[in-house]
């Protein structure tokens, strides 16, 4: 058996020498980040949204990551609605596009506190809103509903159109 030894190497010692020269030479190549912004007038360096309809460009990542997280992330799949958290787009899917929500918020508590990491439930939207004021100290004139409803087409009609189309998250509740 022969006998092996670890070695440590300076990350500047020659052994990696070789390696260095052909990482800056692909990062020049590859990965070059213009240091001024006159740079950024070509439309080389811009970032495309890569979301299909949406032909906005950006000239840095954060700005696109801001976009992203603003106009595509929580999105209804249903009406195309934006909602600001993944909690109130799951608020929104279940009151909005449920079939059974208005049946089964007439025997239980259905509508949930609008407050990610409240676990509340209650019988209808009134004492949700008077929950959010008085607890959690939200003011009496916010527009509680516009956060939830997808549109001033009554749930009815709504939930009638949405049963024909093939949405995969709502296929369960069809059957």
């Known amino acids: 058996m022969s006998n092996f030894r670890k070695r440590k190497y300076n990350p500047d010692d020659e052994f990696f020498e070789e390696g260095t020269l052909l990482c800056r030479l692909l990062q020049e190549k590859y990965w070059f980040i213009p240091e001024t912004d006159s740079h950024m007038e070509s439309d080389f360096y811009k970032i495309d949204c890569q979301i299909q309809g949406?032909?906005?460009q950006f000239a840095t990542l954060s700005?696109?990551?801001?976009?992203?997280?603003s106009r595509h992330?929580?999105?209804c799949s249903g009406c195309g609605k934006i909602l600001p958290?993944?909690?109130l787009l799951d608020i929104h899917l279940h009151e909005s596009h449920n079939p059974m929500f208005d049946t089964l918020s007439k025997h239980s508590p259905m509508y949930q506190c609008l407050v990610s990491g409240c676990n509340l439930f209650?019988?209808?939207s009134k004492k949700r809103?008077?929950?959010?004021?008085?607890v959690h100290k939200?003011?009496?004139?916010?527009?509680f509903e516009r956060l939830i409803s997808s549109s001033t087409t009554p749930r009815k009609e709504r939930n009638i159109s949405l049963m024909s189309t093939n949405i995969p998250h709502l296929s369960g509740l069809n059957a």
């Open 73 to 75: 992330r929580n999105v």
């Open 138 to 143: 939200y003011p009496s004139s916010f527009r």
């Open 129 to 134: 809103k008077k929950h959010l004021i008085d």
């Open 63 to 69: 700005s696109y990551e801001e976009h992203y997280a």
């Open 122 to 124: 209650f019988h209808n």
């Open 54 to 56: 949406c032909f906005q």
């Open 85 to 87: 958290t993944k909690h």
